[in-house]
C-alpha cells in the first residue's frame, strides 16, 4: 500500500473482533503498519516505547502456543506489561463469567484483553462489556483474524501482492477459524481463493464467502500460488467420521510428489500445529516451498500492529 493512500484510513476502532467487520483498506492498513513494525523485530534492540504505560491481559480459555506467545513478544516489544491469565487456576474454574472476569481484570486498570475462547462469539460479548480493547485470538470455528492476517502478510512478503493470487486453502474448512478469517482477508484483498477438503469437512453454503469449493486436490493444487493447509482437528468428534488418518493422507496429504505438478514456487502454508504425515509429508513442511516458521515469525510484527492500532484509535 502506498503511504498516500495508508493516510486516507483512519483506525477507528476499539477492539479487533474478525476480518469480517474489516473493510479491505483497514485490513490494508494493519498490513502497513505491520512492515513498520517487521523492522523493530530485526533490530538488535527489538524494542519501542509505543505502548509505555500501557498494560495488555492474554486471557486464554484455549491452548495455544504461537498465538500466545508472539501477542506477550508483541507487547513486551511495544513496551506494554503483559499479564498471562490461565482459567485453569484462575477464578473462572470457581464458576466466574466471562463477563465478570474481564470486567475484574478491568478494574485492574489494564488497557486490552487479548481473548481466546472456545465458543464462537465470546470476545464480542466480552468487548461490549468492557471499555479496554478486546482482540480476538480466535473464537470456536468463527474467526482467527490475527492468524489470517500474519498468514497474507507472509504471502505479500512472498509474492509482492495479493490481488489475483490463487490460494487453495486445504483441509478441515468445517471447523475452522483460520479458513474463515483467511476467506473473508483474501477475498477482499481481490484473491481468488479455492477450499478444498472432504464433502464432509465442507461446511454447506460456503460458495456464498465468494470462495469456490473441490473435493478434488489435484484440481485445487493446479493453479495455485500458494497453499494454506489447514490441522485435523482430531480433538473434535466429527473429523473421525473420515475413515481414517492414512486414509485422510492418501487422498489429501501434500506430498513431494503431489507439489511436482504445481508451480514450482508455489507457497506451502500452515498455521500449525502440524499433525506430520497426516496432511502433509515431514519433506514439504520442512522442504523449500514451506513458509511455516516465516509465518510465525511474522505473527509478532503483525500482533504488535494490531495492538498498536486498538491502543492508538481515534475515537469518533
Ligand atoms: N496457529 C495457532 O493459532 O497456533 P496456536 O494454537 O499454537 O496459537
Redesign the pocket.
Known amino acids: 500500500m502506498t503511504k498516500e493512500r495508508e493516510q486516507k484510513v483512519i483506525w477507528t476502532r476499539k477492539d479487533l473482533l474478525g476480518l469480517e467487520e474489516l473493510s479491505k483498506e483497514e485490513i490494508e492498513l494493519i498490513l502497513y503498519t505491520a512492515e513498520g513494525f517487521k523492522e523493530v523485530t530485526t533490530r538488535q534492540i527489538k524494542k519501542v516505547p509505543a505502548l509505555r504505560g500501557k498494560t495488555v491481559v492474554n486471557l486464554f480459555y484455549e491452548?495455544?502456543?504461537?498465538?500466545?506467545t508472539s501477542f506477550e513478544l508483541a507487547a513486551k516489544r511495544l513496551s506494554a506489561d503483559v499479564i498471562n491469565i490461565v482459567p485453569e487456576s484462575s477464578s473462572v474454574t470457581k464458576g466466574e463469567t466471562l463477563i465478570d472476569t474481564g470486567r475484574n481484570i478491568e478494574a485492574l486498570r489494564i488497557d486490552i484483553i487479548v481473548v481466546r475462547h472456545n465458543c464462537s462469539g465470546a470476545p464480542h460479548i466480552l468487548a461490549r462489556s468492557v471499555k479496554s480493547s478486546v482482540v480476538n485470538a480466535?473464537d470456536g470455528w468463527h474467526e482467527?483474524p490475527t492468524?489470517a492476517l500474519l498468514d497474507m502478510f507472509t504471502l505479500k512478503s512472498k509474492l509482492t501482492r495479493i490481488e489475483g493470487l490463487n490460494v487453495s486453502i486445504i483441509g478441515d474448512i468445517a471447523h475452522s477459524r483460520v479458513a474463515r478469517s483467511n476467506i473473508w482477508g483474501l477475498t477482499k484483498l481481490g484473491a481468488k481463493v479455492t477450499v478444498c477438503a472432504p464433502r464432509i469437512l465442507i461446511p454447506e453454503g460456503i460458495e456464498r464467502m465468494g470462495v469456490k469449493v473441490t473435493d478434488n486436490l489435484d484440481e485445487a493444487l493446479k493453479d495455485a500460488d500458494a497453499i494454506n493447509i489447514l490441522r485435523m482437528q482430531f480433538e473434535r468428534d466429527e473429523v473421525l467420521a473420515f475413515p481414517s488418518k492414512i486414509e485422510y493422507f492418501k487422498q489429501y496429504g501434500i506430498t513431494k510428489e503431489r507439489l511436482t505438478k504445481c508451480k514450482k514456487d508455489i507457497i506451502v502454508m500452515h498455521?500449525?500445529?502440524i499433525n506430520r504425515g497426516i496432511e502433509m509429508s515431514s519433506e514439504i513442511a520442512d522442504g523449500a516451498n514451506s513458509v511455516i516458521l516465516e509465518q510465525v515469525t511474522n505473527g509478532i510484527a503483525v500482533r504488535m500492529a494490531v495492538l498498536y492500532l486498538v491502543s492508538h484509535a481515534k475515537r469518533i
Open positions: 491452548p495455544s502456543t504461537r498465538t500466545r480466535g482467527h492468524q498455521p500449525g500445529p
